[in-house]
């Protein structure tokens, strides 16, 4: 009998190198869903604004721009905003200067509830020039 060593495989050696390919591959439809979706964050306000005829609205020395998205959340400008916020900017523009006329710019769709609430905050601010913004119909 002959009583031989038993070769056991060499075990494999790790790999020292890292593959790049599916790491650029990540990286490239990261890109890409950035590139994508950058242009829908932009901080403009979209307003579907109701159609309407009338006349060009007067070129005013102060305005307060107020908006209404149809969710109801409340803009000054193109920022954000709360109700004591704008009850205090409101409170500011009118000791400033009482003839500050507020655009008011409210989605077609907003609830007419929130239009309301906001009528009111800014006429116990002192603010009594208050205009809605539409959009002219097309011919």
């Known amino acids: ?15 020292s190198d890292i593959n790049m390919t599916p790491l650029i ?10 590139m994508v979706t950058a242009p829908l964050m932009s901080s403009s306000l979209r307003l579907d604004l109701p159609k309407a005829d009338g006349a060009k609205p007067l070129e005013a020395a ?9 969710e109801g959340r409340l803009f000054i400008g193109e920022q954000r905003s709360s109700l ?6 409101a409170k500011e523009a009118a000791e400033k200067n009482p003839a500050t006329e507020v655009h008011l710019r409210a989605d077609s769709t907003a609830p007419y509830g929130k239009v309301a ?5 800014l006429q116990q601010a002192g603010l009594t020039r208050i205009g809605f913004v539409a959009e002219a119909k097309a011919p």
């Open 62 to 70: 102060a305005v307060l721009a107020v908006g209404l998205d149809r």
């Open 117 to 121: 609430e906001l009528i009111g905050l």
């Open 1 to 15: 009998m002959a009583f031989g060593r038993l070769e056991r495989p060499r075990p494999s050696t790790p790999m």
């Open 84 to 89: 004591d916020e704008l009850r205090q900017k």
């Open 25 to 34: 591959d990540v990286m490239l439809v990261l890109l890409v869903i950035f």
